[in-house]
Structure formats: C-alpha cells, structure tokens
C-alpha cells in the first residue's frame, strides 16, 4: 500500500487549494443572507477546469481518473469557504456530464461536453419529485413514445442549478415496472414543455440555487435518450456511485479546514489562565475531530481506488458518503462548541458551515439510506 502522492499530483492538489482560497471565498457572508449564485466565481471554477474534471480531453475537459479527480476537489473544499458554489460545480460535474461521458451517444457527446467542460452550459439532474425522493426508483414522471419523439410528463423537485441550467438529465417512466422501467432524458432548458419554478430557499447551501422543474408534454427526440431506452435505473446506479465520491471530497477538504480553525482558536482563546486547549475536554474534542477526519478520508480514497480498478464501488462510496457526512457535520457542531458564542455568530463563519453541512447527510441518498445499502448487501433489511 502506498500513500505517498507524485510530485505532480502534490502541485496538482496544492494548486487547486491555492485558487479556492484565493478566487472562491470572497463574499460569502452577503451571497449567503441573500441566496445568491455568483456567475462570475462558476466561470472562475471553469477556467480552473473544475466542471469538466473528468471530461476526456478530447471534448475539452481535464480527462483526470477518479481519484485524481477527488484529490483535486478534496483541494478545492479546504481552499474554498463557498461551499455552496462548490456543491453547485460538482453536482454539474457528477450527475449531469458524468454520465454523458459513460453513456453518452457520440452525437450527444460531441453536443454537450465541450460546453459543459468549459462552463458555459450548465447542467442540472432531475430525480426527485414530490412523492419520490428516498424511493428514486418509484419516480412517477413518465415518458410516452410519439412516432419517433417522447412526451415528457411530470414534474421534479430540489433539482441543483435549476434556475440557471442549459441543458436537463431527466430520470422518467418508460416501462410499468421492474429494473428496465426507467430511462434518462437530455433535456435543454428551452424545450416546450419544461418549466423551471421560482428558486427554493434552503437552510445551507445557500450560493447554490434550486428550483422545481415542470414537464407538460414536453416532447424530445429519440436521439434524446441517454444510455438506451430502459437503463436508467442502471445509470442511476453507477452514477450515484461517482456521485458519492466528487461530492463527499470537498467536504472532507472543508472538514480540515474547520479542524484546522479550531486548533489555532484552541491555543489562541484564553478565558482563565491558560488557552482553552490545555482543557481536555477541548483537546478531546479536536482529536476526536482528526480521528473522523482521517477516517472518512481514507474511506473516500479507497471507494475511488475501488471504482477505478473494478468500475463499480456500491459498497464502498456509500460506506464513504455515509462517513465523511456524518463526520463533517459532526467536526462543525463541535467547532461551534469549541468556538462558543463566537461559533454561533454570522461573523465567524462556522454557523454557516454548520448549515451547509447538514445538506451531505441528505442529498445523494440520505445516511439511512446508505445504510439500507450498505446491510442490504449482507442479506439485511
Ligand atoms: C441540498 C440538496 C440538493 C439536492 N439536489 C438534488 C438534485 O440536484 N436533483 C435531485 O433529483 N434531487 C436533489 N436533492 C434531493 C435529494 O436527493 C432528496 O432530498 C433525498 O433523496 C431524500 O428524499 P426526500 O427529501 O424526499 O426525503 P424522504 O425520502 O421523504 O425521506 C424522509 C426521511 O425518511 C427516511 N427514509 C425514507 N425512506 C427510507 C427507507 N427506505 N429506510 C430508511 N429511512 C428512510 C429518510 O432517510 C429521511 O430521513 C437535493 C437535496 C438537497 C437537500
């Protein structure tokens, strides 16, 4: 086993942490009160060559392999205080191209991933809907063949960059039931028949916009099928389990940063005789912190190792997206402890990163349903 990085791989890492700090944590507080996305710092992140990460050059993207992929955006979350941005960029980046990059049609490749590399069109995905978020495979928005085209009809929920999105992957009903029931859909913002709802205000992840989308007959071509007509459910899979990795490493990079604040706080804030730090009950606290922090890392490289060497990591992304959540949201309820009143204040900055905290134990499947994964595949549940 080695876990040393190439010498590229460090600059590599340490030239994404230096443009998330330096280009992605201005202005948080105020986009944060106001519920604002910032074109500006997403174009910042496409020059950087975040949103296509892991877009083959050829179609303009990086062409990076996984694990390279969640190094960089392990680099990135540390960097970066705009969580909700960075949320916004790999949501794009995991469920919308990443699947275009695996099951994408030559055609379809050729007209979505230069624009989706470069930033310039965005990508949201359409699961959820109002009766169906944990049972994503019961969604109820239905596709019905018309000559060649499908109509489109239903509605989703909680879809990521919504009011701002180009182009849509519609999960719908093709098939009554079974594992071939589902298909995907690329949609682009202008199609007749697909509306976007006005944004929905969210506890966290408040940079990051969202909206509902309504489907009202909304007809596309056949050649607006992703993957073949009835692999959704087998899409939804694969690409939950890329998901679970692009999205959880950020938050293992925000999870040191907020360590890192409460070591310094530890030995700077001094209510007595001594800094704070000397408390055992603080130092606990903090090692308990490294200790979560050094665990779900290890779980997230491993999952990525795995998917890349076997192209599948069902068990191992969500023993990792359970772990890093769980853990980030606990290392910011304990910063907030450590800092006390201050930890509660806007102004500093850890009551927000306690907000979009929350939102990884709920988006990509909840932690019980990762643990419903998880014992399903010991016989359990
Ligand atoms: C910030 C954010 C961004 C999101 N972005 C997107 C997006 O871009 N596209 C998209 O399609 N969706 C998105 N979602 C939706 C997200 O995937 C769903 O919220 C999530 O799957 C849970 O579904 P639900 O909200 O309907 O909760 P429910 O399914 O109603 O669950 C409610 C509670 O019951 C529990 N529960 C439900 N079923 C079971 C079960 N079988 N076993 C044990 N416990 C169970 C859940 O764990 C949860 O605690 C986003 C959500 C958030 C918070």
């Known amino acids: 086993m080695n876990f040393d990085w190439t010498d590229d791989e460090k600059l590599l890492r340490q030239s994404a942490y230096d443009f998330a700090s330096r ?9 944060d009160r106001d519920g604002g996305f910032s074109r500006g710092h997403w174009d910042a992140c496409a020059d950087f060559g975040l949103q296509g990460l892991m877009v083959p050059a050829a179609f303009g993207g990086g062409g990076h392999d996984l694990a390279t992929a969640v190094a960089i955006l392990e680099a990135v979350g540390r960097g970066a205080l705009d969580n909700g941005l960075v949320f916004a960029v790999t949501a ?11 099951y994408g049609s030559d055609e379809q490749r050729a ?17 959820t809907e109002p009766d169906s978020g944990s049972n994503a495979l019961g969604l109820g928005t239905t596709a019905t063949r018309d000559g060649d085209d499908w109509i489109l009809a239903g509605g989703k929920t ?23 029931a589902l298909t995907c859909f690329l949609v682009p913002a202008g199609a007749n028949g697909l509306e976007v709802g006005p944004s929905i205000e969210k506890m966290g992840l408040r940079t990051s916009p969202m909206a509902q989308v309504f489907l009202d007959g ?9 993957g073949g007509v009835g692999s959704g459910a087998m899409v939804f899979n694969q690409t939950m389990d890329l998901e679970r990795l692009l999205v959880m490493a950020p938050a293992v990079g925000a999870m040191e940063r907020v360590l ?22 603080v130092a606990h606290a903090i090692a308990d912190m490294e200790l979560d922090l050094d665990g779900s890392r290890l779980l997230l ?48 900055e850890l009551e927000r990163e306690l907000r979009d905290a929350l939102a990884t134990t709920l988006y990509v499947g909840t932690s019980e349903i990762q ?4 014992a399903g595949l010991r016989g359990l549940g």
């Open 218 to 226: 909304c007809r596309v071509p056949a050649s607006a099928v992703l």
């Open 23 to 31: 280009e992605l944590s201005d202005g948080v507080v105020e986009r």
């Open 92 to 102: 794009h980046a995991a469920s919308c191209a990443g699947p275009i990059v695996e």
């Open 371 to 374: 643990r419903n994964l998880i």
């Open 260 to 281: 890192q604040r409460c070591v310094t706080h530890a030995k700077e804030r001094n209510t007595g005789s001594a800094p704070i730090g000397s408390h055992q009950a």
């Open 158 to 180: 909680f879809v990521t960059n919504a009011p701002i999105a180009d182009l849509f992957l519609i999960y719908a009903r093709t098939g009554s039931s079974g594992f071939a």
């Open 301 to 348: 490289y491993r999952a990525a190792w795995h998917r890349s060497r076997h192209g599948t990591a069902t068990r191992e992304s969500a023993l990792a997206k359970l772990a890093v959540s769980e853990a980030y949201v606990r290392a910011c309820r304990r910063a907030v402890q450590i800092f006390g009143g201050y930890g509660y204040m806007t102004e500093y």
């Open 111 to 127: 007209r979505w991933l230069h624009g989706l590399a470069d930033g310039s069109i965005v990508g949201a995905t359409g699961i």
